[in-house]
């Protein structure tokens, strides 16, 4: 069975800071994908970030950082010069890649960026 | 850029009736995915459709069925609705065919909100 935990239920970061939230997950899969989602007040899901588990390489998207950590079964994200609309609720999503299917989703971040 | 779209955006039933939820996929995505976001909760995997068959299914109740036309758009038909069907249902699309790393990204529309009184 695979699962997607996110042990921060809520986080607060000033303006302009950084911050990083957590993600582990659990498979016995070797390889999938990961991935960050924001939703925002609008309640829309927007895609932030994909890290495909057989790089080593951390995926970056502009302010948007991973730390991926594949033997650990760790993915952080750290987003950089935290700005007031990065104000979201943030998802872990995991899918593997012998049936992307469907994506197993964390229980979410939510994500307060302070003026 | 084209995005998934889907109607209603809002609905409003009353318990036992039946909705129709629809949903647009982005043009040239084959898959179509549809999950259930109640407060407070993660969207929780109902059912997928590739190349118009069904693809996988999750937790999705006996009352539902959905289906993928020719034209790759699908339909979410809820029957019998109880009063905790109320969610937000998303739909998403990917390009499972075109292969490679996009394949596996799920582009979400902005949900239709139902509501069972």
């Known amino acids: 069975a695979q699962t997607v935990t996110q042990s921060q239920p809520e986080m607060s970061v000033q303006e302009a800071e950084t911050v990083t939230l957590s993600c582990t997950y659990d498979?016995?899969?070797?390889?999938?994908?990961l991935f960050w989602y924001k939703q925002p007040p609008s309640r829309q899901m927007i895609l932030v970030i994909r890290q495909e588990a057989y790089k080593q390489q951390n995926a970056t998207e502009n302010r948007f950082s991973v730390n991926f950590q594949k033997a650990a079964k760790s993915f952080s994200l750290k987003i950089s010069d935290s700005q007031l609309g990065d104000t979201a609720m943030y998802f872990c999503a995991f899918t593997p890649i012998y049936n992307f299917n469907k994506f197993y989703f964390g229980s979410g971040t939510k994500l307060n960026v302070k003026p | 850029a084209a995005g998934v779209i889907q109607s209603p955006r809002h609905l409003i039933k009353e318990k036992r009736e039946t909705a129709t939820l629809k949903c647009y996929p982005i043009?040239?995505?084959?898959?179509v995915y549809w999950y259930q976001q109640g407060p407070g909760q993660d969207p929780q995997f109902l059912i997928s459709?590739?190349?118009?068959?069904?693809?996988d299914k999750g937790s999705i109740p006996d009352r539902f069925s959905a289906q993928q036309f020719s034209d790759y758009h699908s339909e979410l038909n809820m029957s019998s609705l109880e009063l905790g069907d109320s969610a937000l249902y998303f739909c998403?699309?990917?390009?499972?065919?075109?292969?490679?790393?996009?394949?596996?990204?799920?582009?979400f529309g902005p949900g239709t909100r139902l509501t069972v009184t």
């Open positions: 043009p040239r995505h084959d898959t």
């Open positions: 998403a699309s990917s390009p499972r065919g075109s292969g490679g790393p996009q394949s596996y990204e799920q582009y």
């Open positions: 459709f590739y190349e118009k068959m069904q693809s």
């Open positions: 498979t016995s899969e070797n390889n999938y994908y």
